[in-house]
Nanobody
Framework: QVQLVESGGGLAQPGGSLRLSCAASRKIFSIYAMGWYRQAPGKQRELVAFITTGSSTKYADSVKDRFTISRDNAKNTIDLQMNSLNAEDTAVYYC????????WGQGTQVTVSS
């Protein structure tokens, strides 16, 4: 079973930026559509963005025009560039196939606070 490891989270100020990265134990990103998801305290996990094998992308309305998902097949990573962060973006961020399958990784915590 492929393992996914998320990294790049941390503390950011409102209006700031962070770049998340998802690495896989096998080269799957050119085979499957992949997504970034997030779960805020007390809320259900939600889809943030996904990218297809053809590099088409789609975003949740709440992050549109602020976040960018990309795939680097050479590095075998899925990245999420997050700009203009606000407090509502505070959550644990996960990557998984789209639609999600299998178990979830540990995620990476993103906290937006002044």
């Amino acid at each position: 079973q492929v393992q996914l490891v998320e990294s790049g989270g941390g503390l950011a100020q409102p209006g700031g930026s962070l770049r998340l990265s998802c690495a896989a134990s096998r080269k799957i990103f050119s085979i499957y559509a992949m997504g970034w998801y997030r779960q805020a305290p007390g809320k259900q996990r939600e889809l943030v963005a996904f990218i297809t094998t053809g590099s088409s992308t789609k975003y949740a309305d709440s992050v549109k025009d602020r976040f960018t998902i990309s795939r680097d097949n050479a590095k075998n990573t899925i990245d999420l560039q997050m700009n203009s962060l606000n407090a509502e973006d505070t959550a644990v961020y996960y990557c998984n196939k789209y639609p999600p399958t299998g178990s979830w990784g540990q995620g990476t915590q993103v906290t937006v606070s002044s």
